[in-house]
């Protein structure tokens, strides 16, 4: 079997961005603030071809009804929110005040923090505060990958049938394919729940750190 193989070069990502609709201005200066202000903490962001491609994912499904889990700094949830249909709305869960904080300046100044609902908690509790009844269009999964099982499994009854799971840090920078550390087992662990659910097809992206995303059935 042949297999078509793509190192993503630094240069090779430069020509991806600078070939691809760029940034606005008040996502470029997220992302800026971010690697700035909380350099130990940036690799927590998602990457700018990912918020790209949130979203556009959200325009192009017609998405009203959406969750975040695992919030940071906010870009994804920007992301989301600027491709809602209109009257739709984002429920986001974060344990971050701190962070947070930085990300609500950037909606307000989006326009979109009328969109998202912030709640901050723990999010396996708080999902449980959602009507259990099929009613998402999508979910976006990035948080702690020990809570990677309990989010999917409290999350995929919630997505209506055609609905989008999307789940970051899926290919973990390689070590799914080698795992030693008790993280690598957390994302090999939920790989494995999220091939063998009878509710979903998906598909294993190679973007940034690896990105499964999985429809919900009928």
Known sequence: MTFKELPLTPELHDYLLRHSTPADDVTADLMAETRTVLYGHASMQVAPEQAAFLRLLTSLLGVRQAVEVGTFTGLSALAIA??????????????????????????????VDDRIDLRIGPAAERIREL?????????????????????????????????????DNTLW??????????????????????????????????????????????
């Open 82 to 111: 600027q491709g809602l249909a209109d009257g739709g709305k984002l429920i986001c869960f974060d344990i971050s005040e701190q962070f947070t904080r930085l990300a609500h300046r950037y909606w307000e100044r989006a326009g």
């Open 173 to 218: 920078s390689g070590r799914v394919v080698d795992p030693r550390s008790q993280s690598d087992r957390f994302i090999t662990g939920f790989n494995e729940v999220a091939r063998n659910d009878p509710r979903v097809e998906l598909v294993i992206l190679p973007i940034a750190d690896g990105l499964t995303m999985a429809r919900r059935l009928p």
């Open 131 to 167: 009507p259990t009844e099929p009613h998402l269009d999508l979910v976006f999964i990035d948080a702690d990958k020990g809570g990677y099982v309990t989010y999917w499994n409290e999350l995929v009854p919630r997505v209506r049938p055609g609905g989008v799971i999307l789940v």
